[in-house]
């Protein structure tokens, strides 16, 4: 027959708990690199914000240097400068010309996002800068 079985022969069981030593490494380690990859992803959001800014602000000044190219066929006499002109909600644009005086002009668009709000193209504000010549047709 069977021997009975006591707790003294009976073979030991193991346990798949963690001590709470164990919970508390894996979590320190756990936060200690979860810290860096935070870092990186706002890091990264705050470089494609820029990029959306650059690129949002590039095609709003195209689009005045075009404006402004239509104009100059039969309003050549007319100054384009503008100061702090509203483009597309919290985007500011500046246009400085050299004047209608002479049978070629440049013509320059500032385009930015407006950070503070104030409504004014700060020189820190300005994301892309476009030059242009325009010359007079008849």
């Known amino acids: 027959m069977h021997p009975k079985l006591t707790?003294?022969?009976r073979p030991a069981k193991k346990s798949n708990a963690f001590t709470l030593s164990e919970v508390?490494?894996?979590?320190?380690?756990?936060?200690?690199?979860?810290?860096?990859?935070l870092k990186a992803l706002t890091t990264s959001y705050l470089g494609s914000v820029m990029v959306e800014h650059r690129?949002?602000?590039?095609?709003?000044?195209?689009?005045?240097?075009?404006?402004?190219?239509?104009?100059?066929?039969?309003n050549y006499a007319e100054s384009f400068t503008e100061n702090d002109s509203s483009?597309?909600?919290?985007?500011l644009g500046n246009v400085t010309?050299?004047?209608p005086g002479?049978?070629?002009r440049t013509v320059t668009?500032?385009?930015?996002?407006?950070?503070?709000?104030?409504?004014?193209l700060d020189g820190d504000e300005i994301n892309i800068s476009l030059t242009t010549l325009i010359?007079?047709?008849?």
Do not use: C
């Open 87 to 91: 483009l597309d909600g919290t985007y």
């Open 97 to 99: 010309d050299s004047g």
């Open 55 to 74: 690129t949002h602000s590039l095609a709003l000044a195209q689009g005045k240097l075009d404006e402004i190219r239509a104009k100059s066929i039969y």
């Open 24 to 37: 508390i490494v894996a979590s320190s380690l756990l936060i200690m690199a979860m810290i860096p990859i």
């Open 109 to 120: 668009v500032a385009v930015g996002f407006d950070l503070d709000s104030d409504s004014t």
């Open 135 to 138: 010359a007079k047709r008849w």
């Open 7 to 9: 707790s003294q022969n």
């Open 102 to 104: 002479s049978d070629l």
